[in-house]
């Protein structure tokens, strides 16, 4: 048995990893700002990955960290972030855990990368800084009920007729299903082939913003929608369109549509030898999203 600890235990990806690990057989710590809220499975610890001084109590004594932390929502993510993953890297050490797994994004060192994504690069270097071997899960949208991207491509196809999309809806991308997502980020924990490597991870399809849209509208049963793509449309426009038609908030939006201009495609499979099994394709993650969803509708 493991002792572990998730900093983002009530996140759309932490509140599956929790169960597996605990599934798994591992003691699992579920760190969270409200333990006083938290009934999932697992110890609930308190702690702020922005507030230094409560990280220590959290992190000692476990041998594992899952980092599932981002700052989206905020206009000084980047400055956010850094401090954030920097604190979080020295408690670990201080606490003497020795692995810590990281949730990044896809995306070629070699291209311009958003400031989202360069964000989520310094964080992989900081949460190191202090000796913790870091291991680096790097994926682009994940598909799974609850999750920002996800949600933006659903809201879409449910609340419109019609669509005239920004050019970055003719981007590809590389989704995966968030169940897969989980089995890795459970697989690379305490594994020696993985310790301090950085991976890329994918489902086995690659498609644009608007063939994942075609594809969630036949699942769904609707109507395909007609689909017009503009030359120009802005950042900060594209957020604000997407405000008013989804119930994602400007400032994140922004934030993921920096990104959405970048291809992000997985160039290195080598996590296949690490952890070996074979993804779902993007229609199956589509109809598992929309099931859990249904799920959680009649609970």
Do not use: C
Request: hydrophobic share 40%; aromatic share 6%.
């Amino acid at each position: 048995m493991t002792r572990m600890l998730v900093a983002g235990a009530t996140g759309f990806v932490g509140r599956r990893l929790v169960p597996a690990l605990v599934e798994a057989g591992h003691d699992v710590r579920a760190m969270t700002r409200h333990p006083e809220r938290y009934d999932g499975p697992g110890e609930p610890v308190r702690a702020d990955v922005q507030d230094p001084d409560t990280l220590g109590p959290a992190l000692q004594g476990v041998e594992v960290a899952y980092y599932l932390v981002h700052s989206l929502d905020q206009d000084d993510f980047e400055e956010t972030e850094a401090a954030s993953a920097r604190a979080f890297g020295e408690a670990a050490a201080r606490g003497g855990v020795r692995q810590i797994v990281f949730l990044g994004g896809l995306g070629s060192d070699d291209d311009e990368l958003s400031t989202h994504l360069r964000s989520r690069r310094a964080v992989e270097t900081l949460l190191g800084e202090a000796g913790v071997p870091v291991t680096v899960l790097r994926a682009a949208v994940i598909v799974g009920d609850g999750g920002i991207s996800w949600e933006i491509t659903r809201q879409l196809v449910k609340n419109l007729p019609a669509m005239v999309v920004p050019r970055w809806a003719q981007t590809r991308t590389q989704p995966i299903a968030l169940d897969d997502i989980v089995r890795y980020l459970v697989g690379v924990a305490d594994n020696e082939g993985a310790i301090g490597k950085v991976f890329e991870v994918g489902g086995p399809d690659r498609l644009t913003y608007t063939e994942m849209l075609k594809v969630a509208a036949q699942v769904e049963g609707r109507r395909q929608p007609p689909i017009v793509p503009v030359p120009v449309l802005t950042p900060q426009l594209s957020a604000r369109w997407l405000s008013l038609v989804t119930d994602v908030d400007t400032t994140t939006g922004r934030n993921l549509i920096d990104s959405m201009d970048v291809e992000v495609l997985v160039t290195d499979d080598s996590i296949r030898q690490v952890v070996p099994f074979e993804p779902m394709d993007y229609r199956a993650a589509v109809e598992r999203a929309l099931a859990d969803r249904d799920a959680d509708a009649t609970t």
